[in-house]
């Protein structure tokens, strides 16, 4: 008894499927050209005659043993270099030239920095003292450093440009420190309170002291806010001819 089949069964070794397959293909019409834009379409034929194997390999070039001399040309390799031989590297030429051990006697060379010399030691003119005590003087608490301040800027010249710099800064400093204390001395009138004016007082003589280091040791010192009453005192202030 055969087994049931569906119709999705198929069996590859049928011996009906080849002749049920030439039938379908025999049935079938071969497609015929359509005209394309108006005009008439012909099937095109291979005229090229398709090569067989053994002609192909007729029409090869015969093998070359590997072992010739002969050689491929390297891509790599200029075609000036292929054919050169090796050669030994060749030795640098030795400088002969040499430096002279000593500068020529007519190379100008500065005369020695003195070891005993120290930054702000020169002597000021007009003041004939040391430039760090010129510097330190108009920071000195009090009318004392107004004073000097004054009177180097009446006696030192404009070349003295550091020294200048620091009389004007401290005049100008001074006058800032007794129009502030005025205004603390009028509050303490008023309220009673001695308090503003006295935390007022301390912390301008710290700064007054701090001045007068940083000045003596040569310290770069600048006041931002008292740079344009310095301007106008150093231009007012003109040095005695």
Same mark, same amino acid.
């Given at each position: 008894?055969?087994?049931?089949? #569906? ?19 025999? #049935? ?10 108006? /005009?008439?379409? /012909?099937?095109? +034929? ?10 192909? %390999?007729?029409?090869? !070039?015969?093998?070359? @043993?590997?072992?010739? =001399? ?11 270099? @292929? ?6 590297? @060749?030795? =640098? ?6 430096? =002279? ?7 100008? +060379?500065?005369?020695?920095? #003195?070891?005993? #010399? ?8 007009? *003041?004939? &003292? ?13 009318? &004392?450093? !107004?004073?000097? !301040?004054?009177?180097?800027?009446? *006696?030192? =010249? ?10 004007? +800064?401290?005049? !100008?400093?001074?006058?800032? &420190? *007794? ?10 009138? &008023? ?8 935390? %007022? /007082? %301390?912390?301008?003589?710290?700064? *007054? ?10 310290? $770069? ?17 003109? $040095? /005695?001819?």
């Amino acid at each position: 008894m055969e087994p049931k089949r #569906s119709k999705y069964d198929t069996n590859p070794l049928d011996e009906g499927v080849a002749d049920r397959a030439t039938d379908a293909f025999a #049935s079938k019409a071969p497609p015929s050209t359509e005209p394309i834009d108006g /005009r008439a379409t /012909r099937e095109i +034929q291979a005229t090229v005659k398709a090569t067989t194997r053994p002609e192909a %390999f007729e029409s090869e !070039a015969p093998t070359r @043993r590997i072992d010739e =001399p002969t050689s491929y040309p390297s891509v790599f390799v200029p075609p000036k270099a @292929r054919g050169a031989t090796y050669e030994s590297p @060749r030795r =640098p030429v030795e400088n002969i030239y040499q430096a =002279p051990p000593v500068p020529p006697p007519s190379v100008y +060379q500065p005369p020695p920095i #003195s070891v005993a #010399s120290k930054p702000g030691s020169n002597t000021v003119a007009g *003041l004939n &003292i040391p430039e760090r005590w010129a510097k330190l003087l108009p920071y000195v608490p009090g009318y &004392i450093g !107004a004073i000097a !301040a004054v009177v180097e800027l009446l *006696l030192v =010249p404009r070349t003295e440009t550091k020294t200048r710099f620091h009389a004007a +800064q401290g005049l !100008a400093l001074q006058i800032t &420190i *007794l129009i502030i204390s005025g205004a603390f001395t009028f509050l303490t009138l &008023i309220s009673g309170s001695k308090f503003g004016a006295g935390v %007022f /007082r %301390f912390a301008a003589f710290v700064f *007054l002291i701090v001045s007068m280091i940083r000045a003596f040791k040569g310290k $770069p010192h600048y006041i931002a806010p008292l740079d344009s009453p310095r301007k106008w005192l150093d231009e007012k202030i003109k $040095p /005695r001819k």
